[in-house]
């Protein structure tokens, strides 16, 4: 089965930077998109960013644009989220995700992923 486990998190003061792995196995992982959500306490899970299967698209939410990037590594099975100038509302829980279906543009509707780590802790300090 497809098993996603997220590292990187922690504790960064505002304005700093941290960068998120996820490392996937189970099937093909380069078949597939894959995206990273987050989910501060008491909010709903959101959509962050999102690659396409090929790395060649990629997509985020208007409140992280210019400051996060994701990237993959299809020979490492890796999908990567550099975050910088981070902001204490960017703390949450950041989960990857693996979409259900192969060879698609990428997407950021949460019903599209099928499979997800079980998160890592980002704390923003101001």
């Known amino acids: 089965q497809v098993q996603l486990v997220e590292s990187g998190g922690g504790l960064v003061q505002a304005g700093g930077s941290l960068r998120l792995s996820c490392s996937a196995s189970?099937?093909?992982?380069?078949?597939?998109?894959m995206g990273w959500f987050r989910q501060a306490p008491g909010k709903e899970r959101e959509f962050v960013a999102a690659?396409?299967?090929?790395?060649?698209?990629?997509y985020y939410a208007d409140s992280v644009k210019a400051r996060f990037t994701i990237s993959r590594d299809n020979a490492k099975n890796t999908v990567y989220l550099q975050m910088n100038s981070l902001k204490p509302e960017d703390t949450a829980v950041y989960y990857c995700?693996?979409?259900?279906?192969?060879?698609?543009?990428?997407?950021?509707?949460?019903?599209?992923?099928?499979?997800w780590g079980q998160g890592t802790q980002v704390t923003v300090s101001s």
């Open positions: 995700a693996q979409e259900g279906r192969p060879l698609t543009s990428g997407s950021s509707y949460l019903g599209d992923y099928d499979y």
């Open positions: 690659i396409s299967w090929s790395g060649k698209s990629t």
């Open positions: 189970g099937r093909t992982f380069s078949s597939y998109s």
